[in-house]
C-alpha cells in the first residue's frame, strides 16, 4: 500500500511537470490550423512554416549572435572574476560577489527596463550592443558558478607540484589549472548560452524588431496568429536543448560543473 | 661524519622560524642534512614538519631564518627555481595526463630535446618498475603504482635533494611495508639526498640515518635511529619513539657503583650504575622502560634479568594482547597505573589471567633515566 502511495506521488509529480510540454509537442503535429489538444491526426507542416517564416529566420540569426557575444564575454568577465575569488582575499570580495549573483535575485523583468532606461541615455536604443550587454549581465552567475566549481575541484597540491617540477606560474596556468578547468568553462559557455538563447522577459524590452531574439518572435507571432507554427519552434527548440545538454554531460561532466558542492 | 653537523651539508636550515598569526608553527629550528643523507622529520600532526619541508620546497615563506641548498642561499627563490624535488601525500600527480607526460613534465620544463626526455623518462620507468605502464592515465593506477609514479616524476629531474612528504600513509598496510623497502632500495641506487616527513615512527626507524623528533614546532631530538630508541633525551622523545613505560619520578640514589631509584609507596629499584646516569644523589629523576625490560617475576627471563629478589613491583593482570611470536601483557600497579610487559610465546596468559596478582621484575640497568626539568 505504501509502495503505491509512493510511485502516485512519483508518477503526480512526473505528469504535472512534464505535462505542459507534453501539450506543446502534441499540438504541434496537428495538422489543423487550431491549437487543438488533443491532435486530431499527425503532420509536420507546422514544422516547415516555422523554418521558412522570414521572422522566424531572422530572429534566429540574431539569437545566435546575441547568445555567442553574450555567453563568450561573459565567460571571460566570469572565468576571470572566479579565478580572482579562488586565488586571492581582497577588500569588496563580498560585495563583487553580491553583485554577481544578483542577476539571480532580481528579476529579468527589471533588468531588462532597466537597460531599456539606459540604453536611451546611452543612445543604444534596442541595438545589438543593449541585448547582448543585457544577455551578458544574465548569463554571469551561471558561468561563474561552473568556473568557480571546476576552480575548487584543482587540487592545490597540483599547482605546487608543477612549480616543484620546474613550471613557473605562467606554465602551471597553462599547462595544469587551465585545461583543468577546461572543461568547466565549456559547461559553464553551453548553459549561459541555452539561457541567452531562450530568455524572453528581458528581451522583450531590449530587443527591437530589427534585433528580436526567437522568443521575442515567437510572443509577437502568437499575438496575431494562433495555428500549431510556434508549438513547432518550441518543439524543436526543447529536442535541440536536450540534445545539446546530453552531449555535453557526457563530454564535460555537466552535472559535476553545476553541482553546488565542490566534489 | 660528525652525525650532528655533516661535513658535506646539502642542506642547511639556519633558525627557521614560522609564525600565524601569535601561533608558532615552527621555532626556530637549525638543522644540517648531509649529502646524500636520509633523514626522517617525526613527530605528531601539528608538530611543524610538514611546513619545515613546505619552507625548504619554497611554499611556505619563513618568518625568519634561512634554507641553504648546495651552499646558496635559496630562502627568497621561487619554488620553481629550486630543483628540489617533491612527492606529496596526495601524490598530486597530473590527472589530465598519462604516466609518460606526468614523469617528463619536469624535463619539458627544462627545455631539454625530446631526445634526452624520452631517454631519461625512459631509464626512469624502468628504474621505478613501471614499464608497459607509458600510456595509462593516474586514475587507472593502483595506490602503489601512483605513489612509483610521483617518485619517478620527482627523481627524473635529479634534483638537489628529494622531499617526501607522509607518502606511505594512504597506503595499506602490507603496500606499506613494501614501499618502504623500495624507498630504501631507491635511496641507495640513487644517493639522493632525503628529507622524509612522516609521524609513523616504525617508518623512520626503519628508513632514516638519523631522525629528528619535533614537537611544538620545536625539535626535540637529532640522532641515528638506535641512539634515539635507546638514549632519548626527554620524556617527549622516550614516549613517541616505540612503547616505553614512564614510571613516576623517583629519588636517584648513588653509592659505590651501585644506584639506586627509591620511588615512594611503590619500592627501590638498584642497577649498577652507567656512565650516562650523571644525577648526584638525592636528585629527582623518571625512569622510562620498554616492555622487554619488564618482565613477570618466577619466568626464567624475569629472574635474570632482575636478579632473584630485587627489583620486584607488584599488580593486576589487566589486558593480554596475543601478538603471535609474544604477548603483551597491562597490568595495574598502584601508583603508576598501567604498565606493559612484553613477553616471549602465549604461556602468560594461562599463567596469568585478567585479574590475577602478578609481580613484575624490572631491569633498571636498561632504563633510560632523564632528570627533572
Given at each position: 500500500m505504501r509502495v503505491f502511495a509512493f510511485w502516485s506521488l512519483v508518477t503526480a509529480i512526473l505528469v504535472y511537470m512534464t505535462l505542459p510540454t507534453i501539450v506543446v509537442l502534441m499540438t504541434s503535429v496537428n495538422p489543423t490550423e487550431i491549437l487543438a489538444f488533443p491532435p486530431e491526426g499527425i503532420s509536420f507542416q507546422w514544422y516547415q512554416k516555422a523554418v521558412t517564416y522570414p521572422d522566424f529566420q531572422t530572429a534566429f540569426w540574431n539569437g545566435i549572435v546575441v547568445t555567442s557575444f553574450a555567453s563568450t564575454l561573459a565567460l571571460?568577465?566570469?572565468?576571470?572574476?572566479?579565478?580572482?575569488?579562488?586565488?586571492?582575499?581582497?577588500?569588496?570580495?563580498?560585495?563583487?560577489?553580491?553583485?554577481?549573483?544578483?542577476?539571480?535575485?532580481?528579476?529579468?523583468?527589471?533588468?531588462?527596463?532597466?537597460?531599456?532606461?539606459?540604453?536611451?541615455?546611452?543612445?543604444?536604443?534596442?541595438?545589438?550592443?543593449?541585448?547582448?550587454?543585457?544577455?551578458?549581465?544574465?548569463?554571469?552567475?551561471?558561468?561563474?558558478?561552473?568556473?568557480?566549481?571546476?576552480?575548487?575541484?584543482?587540487?592545490?597540491?597540483?599547482?605546487?607540484?608543477?612549480?616543484?617540477?620546474?613550471?613557473?606560474?605562467?606554465?602551471?596556468?597553462?599547462?595544469?589549472?587551465?585545461?583543468?578547468?577546461?572543461?568547466?568553462?565549456?559547461?559553464?559557455?553551453?548553459?549561459?548560452?541555452?539561457?541567452?538563447?531562450?530568455?524572453?522577459?528581458?528581451?522583450?524590452?531590449?530587443?527591437?524588431?530589427?534585433?528580436?531574439?526567437?522568443?521575442?518572435?515567437m510572443y509577437n507571432y502568437i499575438r496575431e496568429y494562433a495555428d500549431p507554427t510556434v508549438s513547432?519552434?518550441?518543439?524543436?527548440?526543447?529536442?535541440?536543448?536536450?540534445?545539446l545538454m546530453f552531449i555535453a554531460d557526457r563530454a564535460f561532466g555537466l552535472r559535476r560543473v553545476l553541482a553546488i558542492d565542490t566534489h | 661524519m660528525n652525525p650532528s653537523n655533516p661535513a658535506d651539508p646539502a642542506v642547511e636550515i639556519v633558525r627557521v622560524r614560522k609564525d600565524y598569526g601569535s601561533a608558532v608553527g615552527v621555532a626556530d629550528v637549525s638543522l644540517t642534512v648531509g649529502r646524500g643523507e636520509f633523514?626522517?622529520?617525526?613527530?605528531?600532526?601539528?608538530?611543524?614538519?610538514?611546513?619545515?619541508?613546505?619552507?625548504?620546497?619554497?611554499?611556505?615563506?619563513?618568518?625568519?631564518?634561512?634554507?641553504?641548498?648546495?651552499?646558496?642561499?635559496?630562502?627568497?627563490?621561487?619554488?620553481?627555481?629550486?630543483?628540489?624535488?617533491?612527492?606529496?601525500?596526495?601524490?598530486?600527480?597530473?590527472?589530465?595526463?598519462?604516466?609518460?607526460?606526468?614523469?617528463?613534465?619536469?624535463?619539458?620544463?627544462?627545455?631539454?630535446?625530446?631526445?634526452?626526455?624520452?631517454?631519461?623518462?625512459?631509464?626512469?620507468?624502468?628504474?621505478?618498475?613501471?614499464?608497459?605502464?607509458?600510456?595509462?592515465?593516474?586514475?587507472?593506477?593502483?595506490?602503489?603504482?601512483?605513489?612509483?609514479?610521483?617518485?619517478?616524476?620527482?627523481?627524473?629531474?635529479?634534483?638537489?635533494?628529494?622531499?617526501?612528504?607522509?607518502?606511505?600513509?594512504a597506503l595499506d598496510k602490507n603496500l606499506r611495508a613494501q614501499m618502504q623497502v623500495e624507498l630504501s632500495d631507491l635511496h641507495r641506487k640513487t644517493g639522493l639526498t632525503t628529507i622524509f616527513v612522516t609521524h609513523d615512527q616504525g617508518e623512520a626507524l626503519s628508513l632514516s640515518d638519523r631522525i629528528v623528533v619535533m614537537n611544538r614546532g620545536e625539535v626535540q631530538q637529532v640522532a641515528p635511529p638506535i641512539e634515539l630508541y635507546r638514549t632519548p633525551a626527554n620524556g617527549f622523545v622516550a614516549s613517541f619513539i616505540g612503547e616505553i613505560n614512564a614510571l613516576p619520578a623517583g629519588r636517584y640514589e648513588i653509592s659505590g657503583g651501585e644506584a639506586a631509584l627509591v620511588l615512594p609507596g611503590i619500592g627501590r629499584l638498584t642497577a649498577p650504575a652507567r656512565p650516562e646516569w650523571r644525577f648526584g644523589h638525592g636528585t629527582e629523576v623518571r625512569a622510562f622502560l620498554r616492555p622487554e625490560h619488564v618482565q613477570p617475576a618466577g619466568t626464567q627471563a624475569g629472574d635474570a634479568q632482575a636478579g632473584e629478589g630485587a627489583n620486584r613491583i607488584s599488580g593486576v593482570v589487566a589486558a593480554h594482547v596475543y601478538q603471535g611470536s609474544h604477548t603483551i601483557t597491562r597490568v595495574t600497579v598502584e601508583g603508576i597505573g598501567l604498565v606493559e610487559t612484553r613477553v616471549t610465546g602465549a604461556e602468560i596468559m594461562a599463567e596469568a589471567p585478567v585479574g590475577a596478582p602478578i609481580t613484575l621484575t624490572i631491569d633498571l640497568g636498561q632504563a633510560v633515566l632523564l632528570g627533572e626539568g
Open positions: 571571460i568577465v566570469g572565468s576571470t572574476f572566479a579565478w580572482l575569488v579562488n586565488r586571492y582575499e581582497f577588500a569588496g570580495r563580498g560585495v563583487l560577489e553580491a553583485v554577481l549573483w544578483s542577476p539571480l535575485i532580481i528579476p529579468h523583468f527589471t533588468l531588462g527596463f532597466g537597460f531599456l532606461l539606459l540604453g536611451g541615455a546611452f543612445r543604444l536604443q534596442q541595438g545589438y550592443v543593449m541585448v547582448v550587454l543585457a544577455h551578458m549581465v544574465l548569463v554571469m552567475p551561471f558561468v561563474t558558478r561552473a568556473v568557480y566549481v571546476s576552480l575548487a575541484n584543482v587540487d592545490g597540491d597540483l599547482s605546487r607540484a608543477a612549480a616543484n617540477l620546474g613550471a613557473s606560474p605562467f606554465h602551471v596556468l597553462t599547462r595544469i589549472e587551465l585545461p583543468l578547468v577546461l572543461p568547466g568553462m565549456a559547461g559553464g559557455w553551453l548553459i549561459a548560452a541555452v539561457i541567452s538563447f531562450t530568455e524572453f522577459t528581458a528581451s522583450l524590452y531590449v530587443t527591437g524588431s530589427r534585433t528580436q531574439t526567437l522568443p521575442v518572435a513547432a519552434i518550441s518543439a524543436m527548440l526543447i529536442i535541440a536543448t536536450t540534445l | 633523514v626522517t622529520l617525526l613527530g605528531p600532526s601539528g608538530c611543524g614538519k610538514s611546513t619545515l619541508l613546505g619552507m625548504i620546497a619554497g611554499f611556505v615563506d619563513p618568518t625568519a631564518g634561512k634554507i641553504i641548498v648546495d651552499g646558496a642561499d635559496v630562502t627568497q627563490v621561487e619554488p620553481y627555481r629550486r630543483d628540489i624535488g617533491m612527492v606529496f601525500q596526495s601524490y598530486a600527480l597530473f590527472p589530465h595526463m598519462n604516466v609518460y607526460d606526468n614523469v617528463a613534465f619536469g624535463l619539458r620544463m627544462r627545455k631539454l630535446s625530446k631526445a634526452e626526455i624520452d631517454a631519461e623518462v625512459r631509464r626512469v620507468i624502468e628504474m621505478m618498475k613501471l614499464g608497459g605502464m607509458e600510456e595509462r592515465r593516474v586514475r587507472q593506477l593502483s595506490g602503489g603504482q601512483q605513489q612509483r609514479v610521483a617518485l619517478a616524476r620527482a627523481i627524473v629531474i635529479r634534483p638537489k635533494v628529494l622531499l617526501l612528504d607522509e607518502p606511505l600513509s
